[in-house]
């Protein structure tokens, strides 16, 4: 085959002496197309230039329509700087020889050395797009396989933390779709959830069975919510609410929730139920009754008292028992939470129009005597049940409790079971300052108990027996003989 005229003038002229010399150091064996493939596509392509000094032929192609245009400066831009590239392509059109491919990538850059120029009418275009379908069909079946992998190793991950994200939301609607999701996700689901709940796998686990079985766990004695408020899971016990639970369902115990939690102590979960509209004047049906208000005195948590009465809790409500909160604090000596409770309004006198022991008469009883004090300073009135107090107080020796009590209308004779005056137990236990302040209040110097006793014969020290003396205290046989002599006479 004769090559283009015009394509070997217009090689000679611009003289590709680098493309020439890259090739110099290389041997190959004499290639050529064979001849029926050249003349199959001749319409198409024409031979252009032998590329090598002195060796073996090889032939380079051009498009036809580019051969035609070779001496153009059109075809300078364009057709030549569409160096040849795609050795496969040559492959299967030229079926070229082993040797010749393998030439072709020691050169460094197999591809350079044929790229059609395309032109969209031509059959060989169609020839090329044709041969080359099935590769095509081989990479997009490869990268459709990998996004199918990539897709299920990543999916798992992506919809737990889809569902995690759920789960933290403020709409209780979303909150409930993460936590179906999570458990439908399946173990790793679950552990996702694990990790998001105060009580770990147990939680968990609680939630599952919740879920896909809630009526086991309904025993007759405790709902879900309830075991979830005992077990302190604030986050189960807020999806069980967020599901429809009955936040004032009382269990077997006749408690309501907010009562299981105050008195549990799980403060959370009590705030929670509170913020949810738990009613904070429920009475339990149990024997004493209690209200939540009650409860919280019971477990003294000031914080959650101040919460209830700040939603409105009624700080005198009564229980079977006709106890206040009040009452509670005092029998339980929670000092601080019967200030609370004073400070925000409860009655001190609690008790007296009903014929209930007063939070006073109480503190008497226990022998609470800072209790005393502080119902006094807030306007306590004293009754004859509070006697015991003050006998005690000056066993003890509490003279500044022994005048206070004196002053708000406690009898100074007063005596304990034993018929033992305040100033018996002040001259048994030496107590000098509250025996004078005794005598100076009127106290009968000399009293008789059940074992006919005086307090000068309970007198320990002489210091004792000189007070009593200069204020005309006897023995008990002294007397008794003063009263025979008085007779026989």
């Known amino acids: 085959m004769k090559l283009h005229p015009r394509v070997v003038e217009r090689y000679r002229s611009e003289k590709h002496e680098p493309l020439v010399a890259e090739f110099h150091e290389v041997r190959v064996a004499r290639v050529e197309p064979p001849v029926r493939h050249v003349h199959a596509v001749e319409d198409y392509f024409f031979p252009v230039f032998p ?48 040797p010749f491919i393998q030439f072709l990538h020691r050169f460094g850059n197999p591809g350079f050395i044929f790229q059609p120029c395309l032109h969209s009418s031509a059959p060989l275009v169609q020839y090329i797009s044709m041969r080359s379908l099935p590769l095509k069909l081989g990479v997009f079946v490869v990268l459709l396989f990998a996004a199918v992998i990539t897709t299920c190793l990543l999916w798992t991950p992506v919809k737990i933390r889809y569902y995690v994200s759920k789960l933290k939301s403020d709409n209780s609607k979303e909150r409930i779709a993460g936590l179906k999701g999570l458990l439908d996700t399946g173990p790793k689901g679950i552990a996702a959830l694990a990790g998001e709940l105060s009580g770990g796998q147990k939680e968990a686990e609680f939630l599952e069975k919740c879920w896909k079985n809630p009526e086991n766990l309904k025993d007759g004695k405790y709902d879900p919510v309830h075991i979830a408020i005992l077990d302190n899971y ?44 738990a009613n904070i004047n429920a009475l339990d049906n149990r024997w004493p009754s209690r209200t939540p208000l009650h409860s919280a005195v019971m477990s003294n948590s000031i914080s959650i008292a101040e919460l209830l009465f700040a939603k409105g ?67 306590a009135k004293l009754s004859s049940r509070c006697g015991t107090l003050f006998v005690y107080s000056a066993e003890k020796g509490d003279k500044e409790l022994v005048e206070m ?70 023995t008990a046989e002294e007397l008794k003989k003063e009263l025979e002599k008085a007779v026989n006479k």
């Open 51 to 98: 590329v090598t000094r002195g060796y073996p032929e090889f032939l380079l192609f051009l498009p036809a329509a580019a051969a035609e245009k070779a001496g153009s400066k059109e075809c300078n831009r364009k057709h030549r700087n569409h160096a040849l590239h795609a050795v496969p392509l040559i492959r299967r059109l030229m079926e070229l020889p082993l």
């Open 234 to 277: 604030a986050e189960s016990v807020k999806l069980l609410l967020d599901n429809g639970s009955d936040i004032n369902q009382k269990c077997i115990a006749e408690r309501t929730p907010l009562n299981l939690a105050i008195e549990a102590g799980h403060e959370k979960i009590a705030r929670l139920l509170i913020g949810r509209g």
């Open 313 to 379: 809790a009624d700080i005198n409500v009564r229980n079977n028992y006709l106890e206040t909160p009040l009452h509670l604090a005092v029998e339980n000596e929670c000092m601080e939470m019967a200030e609370f409770l004073i400070e925000k309004g409860a009655d001190v006198n609690s008790g007296i129009d009903n014929g209930a022991r007063t939070p006073m008469e109480i503190a008497s009883g226990n022998f609470n005597r800072e209790m005393a004090r502080l119902l006094m300073r807030k306007g």
């Open 405 to 474: 009590l004196l002053n708000n209308g406690i009898k100074v004779n007063h005596a304990d079971d034993w018929g033992r005056t305040a100033l018996h137990w002040a001259s048994m236990r030496d107590c000098i300052s509250v025996a004078q302040l005794l005598i100076e209040k009127g106290a009968d110097i000399n009293p008789i108990n059940r074992d006919g006793q005086t307090p000068l014969d309970r007198a320990l020290t002489s210091e004792i027996v000189s007070l009593l003396r200069a204020h005309g205290g006897k």
